[in-house]
């Protein structure tokens, strides 16, 4: 069975502060990782994902993520944090089982303090 | 890119009536397209994939007669809620892959609606 850790419900940091939102998974099949990002009350949009190739990976707003297969994890990173970073983010891997499906971690968090 | 529509992004009803969210893709064609629940500050949990001109698949534990799912075309699946019951409260997202782009692409995400039994 597959499944999406996010260690950390909510990261607390200062603006322009570095933040890491850590994503660790497992899975008996070869699986795609995602980040998503969730404003209030709206859908989830894409940051960025990891299909193959480069490990690590660039998205949108300046986060990336690194794809570690030793360690099965997907962390994401920004170097520096600003206020409109503040929302929901979910780490996300989908997996072939005779239908593309997609499951969500628990979700992290994220709040930029002044 | 492409993108994914939900209607109605808001919805209030009273206890025991049915109400049905619409899923669209706008510019693709989607031959399975997903619903998910999203309870307030939890992750978002798989209730079904939706299948174009097939029965729907549910998640364990998802009452198919609860969640009647309907994908009668290739940019439309709706799902509804019947009888709903102030616990059927929630967000429900649906989201679909663009077969364009390969079915090992992302999901592109409709807006959500919020749902609530009164």
């Known amino acids: 069975a597959q499944s999406v850790t996010q260690l950390d419900s909510q990261v607390p940091v200062f603006e322009e502060a570095p933040v890491e939102l850590r994503c660790n998974y497992s899975s008996s099949v070869s699986v795609y990782l995602f980040w998503y990002v969730q404003y209030p009350n709206q859908g989830l949009q894409l940051l960025l994902k990891?299909?193959?190739?480069?490990?690590l990976v660039k998205g949108i707003n300046g986060f990336e993520a690194e794809f570690n297969k030793s360690q099965t994890s997907f962390h994401l990173r920004k170097p520096s944090v600003h206020i409109s970073d503040t929302a929901e983010y979910f780490c996300a891997v989908s997996y072939d089982t005779g239908g593309f499906k997609t499951i969500f971690g628990a979700g992290t968090r994220l709040f930029v303090k002044a | 890119g492409a993108v994914v529509s939900q209607h109605p992004s808001r919805v209030i009803c009273k206890s025991g009536t049915s109400v049905k969210i619409e899923c669209r893709s706008l510019d693709f064609q989607a031959t399975t397209m997903f619903w998910y629940r999203q309870f307030p500050k939890q992750s978002l949990m798989l209730m079904a994939t939706s299948n174009e001109g097939s029965k729907a698949t549910y998640e364990q534990g998802v009452e198919k007669d609860k969640f009647l799912i309907n994908h009668a075309s290739l940019t439309l699946s709706t799902l509804t809620v019947t009888s709903a019951h102030p616990e059927d409260s929630s967000f429900y997202i649906c989201?679909?892959?663009?077969?364009?782009?390969?079915?090992?692409?992302?999901?592109?995400f409709g807006q959500g609606t919020r749902l609530t039994v009164v």
């Open positions: 989201s679909a892959r663009d077969p364009r782009a390969g079915l090992n692409t992302e999901a592109f």
């Open positions: 990891y299909l193959s190739g480069s490990t």
